[in-house]
Nanobody, 120 residues
Framework: VQLQASGGGFVQSGGSLRLTCTASGNNAKINAVGWYRQAPGKARELVARITRGGSTDYTDSVKGRFTVSRDNTKNTVYLQMNTLKPADTAVYYC???????????????WGQGTLVTVFQ
């Protein structure tokens, strides 16, 4: 499975962006999906995740601002990011797996990352 992440860019603090992650390839039916980010000099962190059925989970710093959703007919997952802050600046990655449950960060497929820069 290949993942293509897109939608990053420059945005002023308080603004919004929507990231898209699309899966392709043979047997590209993805189930568990996670969005991660890595800021300069910091460790990668899990931002949000979603099951095939639509159950979601978020890290505390983005709760109420970010929403993860998916369109299974398009093998696509979205991350809507609102009220962005400079602290959200990072490279964002999507990760996906054909398994329904993924332990730790052991997703089988990772996208190439898309840069989000939030300025004051």
């Amino acid at each position: 499975v290949q993942l293509q992440a897109s939608g990053g860019g420059f945005v002023q603090s308080g603004g919004s962006l929507r990231l898209t992650c699309t899966a392709s390839g043979n047997n590209a039916k993805i189930n568990a999906v996670g969005w991660y980010r890595q800021a300069p000099g910091k460790a990668r962190e899990l931002v949000a995740r979603i099951t095939r059925g639509g159950s979601t989970d978020y890290t505390d710093s983005v709760k109420g601002r970010f929403t993860v959703s998916r369109d299974n007919t398009k093998n696509t997952v979205y991350l809507q990011m609102n009220t962005l802050k400079p602290a959200d600046t990072a490279v964002y990655y999507c990760a996906a797996d054909r398994r329904f449950i993924v332990i730790d960060d052991s997703y089988e497929s990772w996208g190439q990352g898309t840069l989000v820069t939030v300025f004051q």
